[in-house]
C-alpha cells in the first residue's frame, strides 16, 4: 500500500513557493518593510 504523502517539490513550490506568493501580491512589500536591499533576484 503507497503512503497518503507523496512528496513532489515542484508542485510544493507552485503552491507555496515564491512566485506563488508574488500573484497573491503583498510579498514585495512585506520584504520592503523588512528593508530588504534585493526585492528578487
Known amino acids: ?3 497518503t ?3 513532489n ?3 510544493k513550490a507552485k ?3 515564491f512566485f506563488a ?3 497573491k501580491g503583498n ?3 512585506k520584504r520592503r518593510a ?3 536591499k534585493e526585492l528578487s533576484a
Open 34 to 36: 523588512k528593508k530588504r
Open 1 to 3: 500500500m503507497k503512503r
Open 9 to 11: 517539490n515542484r508542485k
Open 5 to 7: 504523502y507523496q512528496p
Open 15 to 17: 503552491k507555496h513557493g
Open 21 to 23: 506568493r508574488i500573484k
Open 27 to 29: 510579498v514585495l512589500n
